[in-house]
């Protein structure tokens, strides 16, 4: 039966359906089904899936935030029970998110938190026009493991500069990585402020922000 | 007959401004703190930043804006007319990359960038205006000491273009208090800011916030520009599915919503400056999250937005001309070349966009000289199908016979330049085996370094070119001295 059931949870997360995906979730919890092996084996398999078919074109965006709807009202079901059984699902990192000191442009910034999120990051989103000492007091705030800053205008980039800048004044530099994304920003740019990855999209940053934890796990 | 084209009924257009209109009451406008007293004594209603703006202002405020007006190149002579169907073309501006003809890769575009920019668009008649078309990194780099800081990039661009050209000339600040600095750079240009008023050189573009948020620089800006009397471009940006309405009529809605809020926030401060109901809409890509600025759809926004400003009796702008190919290629062609056209059929005032590539993250030169080209086969075809002589062709026959030998006419020979447009060796004509490269890419490129090489810098007197000096020095000092 929870083949059946996880095949389900698997469907609704694809199909969107935070109503569906909510309520086969009770349905996991009334049956004694495991809440965390419900986010492991159904809903998670899910989003994974979503991704790869945004990755190979046959899924779109508003079709990935759909997803990303429905595995949030799903784990908004489950995590009572979770927290009650101690088997939290373990976030695979904490990101801090803001948009550079100036750029009211977040919906760049947005995607990629919810991308994020529902593939279980711990976002703190700052925001829009969030200035580098923001930045600095949350990382620390919250012992974040990346910190995202996005850049829409070409005029905002240098915030980006700024942000890394702080990061280092405050010696969380090279354990905190710094991501930065954003419609002019180019791998050159991140490379020329030492920035440690960016990315064109947000299913790229959720593979970048994957990678930059498996090196944080490696160097630890 | 002017041939035209049109993307929206009257209906349509009257039922986009009723739900603008209702849009700009609720769920209202995102306003900046400068433009809230004067908002407040005109009677509107601000919380917490949000401005209701009664339909009956905003027609108050349009009944204010000038139909049309002209910019004036650098000899006085009228040289853009902002209004009716008239068409113009500028480059695209703005840009932080330039493509490099060699290597083929985008790298940081600029001084020199900008400069050959100007010396190619100058000597191009298909551009009756200039534009600050790249940011020119290496002048405001920052840590450098001795160059100006990165606050006042957008005056440095506008000083360097107008020492190379006597064009009329298509630009915007980037901050509030860059903008005094500019105009007092085109005040020195005109010989006074009286001058300047009545015989302006530039527009300023000017952009709300999607959706309906006019930001404290916009707003700051339309106040300051309004005060002026410089004239405002309003450059909205609606991304259709993004920061928008999914569907074309719905961004074209939230377009005209913020245009409006503009129009009014600008009339109050300054009635009677001129403003041009300008943008640069784009669909959103579902794939990218990008602005796809070749898609078939984006030009229909432009279209269908201009179309709105003219039914209102407005001077517009749009954003056309440009592509998403990383490279001047045959997508490059086909997409610039075909929003050129439906820019040009729809008579929007000023069209802005020409050498940009990867969806206005990129310029090229050589991209610029072949848009040139397609500009002008769209001039051409709104020109239209005009009658030559008395008769259609009868009158040639008379002379001819059936011996074919039109070219020997004398109307063949008064008529065909102005019947046909001659193109530059960009286009291959030309048999197999020609001595003209098949690639387009290199032909351009000549093309280029021919404009360059001929190209002769306007001089200017000392005076103005030592007050242009002193006031890149005093707003270099002034941003130096904000920043610390």
Known sequence: MPDQLFGAMLQSIVDGAPDKAAELARQALAEGVDPLEAVNCGFAVGITFAGDQFGCGQMFLPDLLASAEAMKAAISVLEPEMLKRGSQREALGKVVLGTARGDIHDIGKNLVATILSASGFQIFDLGTSVTPEQFVAKTKEVDADIVGVSALLTTTMAGQKAVIEALDRNGLRPRVKAIIGGAAVTSKWAAEIGADGYSRNAIDALELAKSLMSKTTAHA | MRPRIQLLSPELIERILR???????????????????????????????????????????????????YLYNRQGEKAVHYGGDDVHFDPGSCCVQMLDPETLEARSSETRDLVRIVQVAEALPQFAAQSTAVVCTDAVAGNDKEAAPSAIGDLYRLFVVLQHSDKPIVTGSFSAAGLQGMIDLLAADSGSPEKLRQQPRAVFDVCPSPPL????????????????????????????????????????????????????????????????????????????????????????????????????????????VATDSKFVDAQAGAESARSAMLGALTGINMISGAGMIESLACFSVEKLVIDAESIASAQRLVRGIEVGGETLATAMFAQTGLSGEFLKLKETRALFRQEQHIPSPVIDRSARGSELPSDIFKRARTRVDELVSKYRKPTLPEDVLRKFQAIVAREADRARMAAR
């Not at chain 2, 919380?47 to 905003?58: N, P």
């Open chain 2, 213 to 320: 948020n006019w930001s404290e620089f916009g707003s700051h800006n339309l106040l300051d520009l309004a005060r002026a009397g410089a004239p405002a471009e309003i450059v909205s940006m609606p991304l259709a599915g993004g920061t928008a309405p999914v569907t074309l009529a719905g961004s074209v809605t939230q377009h005209a919503a913020e245009t409006l809020a503009g129009i009014t926030l600008h009339q109050l401060a300054g009635p009677g400056s001129p403003i041009v109901w300008g943008g640069a809409p784009a669909i959103f890509d579902m794939r990218t999250g990008g602005a796809p600025m070749g898609a078939v759809e984006t030009a229909m926004l432009n279209m269908a937005c201009a179309e709105v400003g003219k039914h209102l009796g407005l001077p517009t702008h749009g954003y056309l």
């Open chain 2, 19 to 69: 739900e603008a209109f209702e849009l700009l009451m609720n769920p209202g406008v995102r306003v900046g703190s400068a433009v809230v007293e004067q908002l407040q004594s005109a009677g509107v209603e601000v919380h917490d930043g949000v401005a209701r703006i009664h339909e009956s202002l905003v027609r108050q405020c349009l009944a204010s804006v000038p139909r049309d007006f």
